[in-house]
């Protein structure tokens, strides 16, 4: 770790975050212009879900290499080769002469966000000792939340205003501007046991891909990240067809308030994971509650929806914000090996949560919405046992003969 004094960390902590809130912005930022993106490109449904499916599987893919690339080169260099890299496809989209070459270039962006997420919340826990990065891990992962919202509202009107190009072309510039930043602001980490070649790099990360631990944490909320995502992306799907007298700007504002509520989540879950001996059991216990409140969805009406999604997005913010600092502690996850951890446990939720995201909408089809609400519910509650399997030792503790005692 870096011997920095607090407001060394503060700086570089917040030009992380902001780039965390970036980087968020051009995942979302498509969604908002997608009838634009769709008449300028003469694309139609089918081939826009192509486009939006081409960024997840690029962000998934390349998770796992994303961590050895990090164990090898270290976070800091990757987080700045990450924001280029990210930066090059995002401001090229908008460029696109048609939908194929768009597909292509929002693989490359997907691409570039994974070499971003894990290797640069590594490079956060790296500045943070034991016991204080709770909360900042917290307030990183909310800036995926303020970043979302900023995109979906801010590409809109972005896109009304300036054509859908501009509000690709902007999430690009701002990458950009940030990679030239880190360069300059980001403190130097002394780097000491990186592997000295790939062979190397395999053999030291090898464990961590068949890790129990980070099996039955990536396992155990993968339903959870199903479920928020559908809660995200198919509510307004989901009001049209079943609530038509609902204005649609109403029935989108509750996804919204659901991912802006995540900004309170995720700090305030963070700290309170720092202090408890257990953090499985808060996983566990607003993950149940996360479920419960899922399952309500069909069943209430519109003035009853707007404090369950705030408090849905509270949830969110706390799981994911538990989620993302376990690795940190477990032993296969500190040091260099974080990126690597938290990316092999973000590429297995994407690919699954995907996989359920696709199979919520055929049963849509086949059984209706107040049926495959019980689904999404299900799987958020259904897969939580497996983190019982997950032996995490005390947040608080550096003693590692204690944290043997605790497992």
């Known amino acids: ?18 780039a965390r809130i970036v980087y968020a912005f051009s995942w979302y930022n498509i969604g908002a212009v997608l009838p634009l993106v769709g008449k ?10 192509i486009v939006l499916g081409a960024f997840l599987v690029g962000a998934g893919v390349f998770q796992v290499p994303a961590g050895f690339w990090a164990m090898r080169r270290g976070y800091r260099s990757t987080s700045i080769f990450a924001l280029a890299l990210m930066g090059t496809f995002c401001f ?9 070459v768009l597909a292509l270039l929002r693989f490359g962006a997907g691409a570039g966000a994974a070499f971003f ?31 979302s919202a900023t995109g979906l509202l801010g590409g809109a009107l972005i896109g009304a205003f300036a054509g859908w190009q501009w509000a690709l072309a902007v999430g690009g510039l701002g990458l950009l501007a940030l990679c030239v ?31 129990r631990n980070l099996w039955a944490l990536a396992l155990g909320l993968c339903g959870a990240w199903a479920a928020f995502y559908i809660a995200a992306q198919y509510f307004v799907q989901y009001a049209k067809s079943v609530h038509p007298a609902w204005p649609i700007a109403l029935a989108a504002g509750l996804p919204t308030a659901m991912i802006l509520t995540e900004v309170l989540g995720g700090p305030i879950g ?5 202090r408890r001996a257990d953090m499985r059991r808060i996983l566990v216990l607003w993950g149940v509650a996360s479920g419960a409140g899922l399952v309500l969805i069909p069943f209430l009406p519109l003035e009853a929806l707007w404090p369950l999604f705030v408090f849905l997005g509270f949830a969110d913010g706390v799981l994911f914000a538990v989620l993302y600092l376990v690795p940190t502690y477990l032993p296969e996850g500190r040091g260099e090996n974080t990126a690597l951890a938290i990316g092999f446990v973000n590429a297995i939720q994407l690919f699954a949560g995907s996989v359920f995201a696709i199979i919520f909408g055929v049963l849509v089809g086949v059984v209706g919405y107040e049926a495959s609400w019980v ?17 995490v030792p005390r947040s608080g503790s550096a003693d590692p003969a204690l944290d043997r005692a605790l497992t």
């Open 270 to 274: 963070g700290w309170f994971a720092e």
């Open 92 to 100: 090229a989209s908008a460029f696109s002469p048609d939908w194929v």
């Open 181 to 211: 930043g880190a360069a300059f602001l980001l403190p130097p980490l002394h780097l000491t046991g990186l592997p000295e070649n790939w062979k190397a790099a395999w053999k030291a990360g090898k464990p961590i891909l068949s890790s």
């Open 40 to 49: 300028g490109l003469d694309a139609n449904t089918e081939q826009l879900g």
């Open 1 to 18: 770790m870096t011997e920095l004094d607090l407001s060394e960390r503060r700086a570089a902590a917040t030009l992380l975050v902001l």
């Open 117 to 147: 997420f894990a290797p640069a919340l590594g490079l956060v826990s790296s500045y943070y000792p034991v016991g204080s990065r709770g909360p900042v891990i917290g307030i990183y992962n909310s800036g995926f939340a303020i970043g």
């Open 375 to 391: 689904f999404a519910a299900a799987l958020t509650v259904g897969f939580l046992p497996l983190l019982y399997f997950l032996k």
